[in-house]
Nanobody, 123 residues
Framework: QAQLVESGGGLVQAGDSLRLSCTDS????????MGWFRQVPGNEREFVAG???????TYAHSVKGRFTISRDRSEDTVYLQMTSLKPEDTAIYYC?????????????????WGQGTQVTVSA
């Protein structure tokens, strides 16, 4: 069964770092682009970062230079390293598998989603 499992969220202070992990427990998405999105209750889901099957990254302007996405094929895991965190980064972060090999920023292009992990950044 295709399943994505996120971990690594938590409560940190502004300026701190966190690393989120997304494991493809069914080993289903080795040939799909993968993405990270975030959502604050009451707001639209927002693209954060994505990675193609050849590991080319794409970042939202708001996180470029602070966040790094990577994938480890041997562990079927995608990582989101977050540094210099800001209170406005507070959200539930979701990992998702794209329908194709290339990243896009539209959430409707992603067809399998994890359960989400909460990231809270205090001022």
């Amino acid at each position: 069964q295709a399943q994505l499992v996120e971990s690594g969220g938590g409560l940190v202070q502004a300026g701190d770092s966190l690393r989120l992990s997304c494991t493809d427990s069914g080993r289903t998405f080795a040939w799909n682009a993968m993405g990270w999105f975030r959502q604050v209750p009451g707001n639209e889901r927002e693209f954060v970062a994505g990675i193609d099957i050849d590991s080319a990254p794409t970042y939202a302007h708001s996180v470029k230079g602070r966040f790094t996405i990577s994938r480890d094929r041997s562990e079927d895991t995608v990582y989101l390293q977050m540094t210099s965190l800001k209170p406005e980064d507070t959200a539930i972060y979701y990992c998702a598998a794209h329908r194709t090999i290339r990243v896009t920023i539209k959430d409707t292009d992603y067809h399998v989603w994890g359960q989400g992990t909460q990231v809270t950044v205090s001022a």
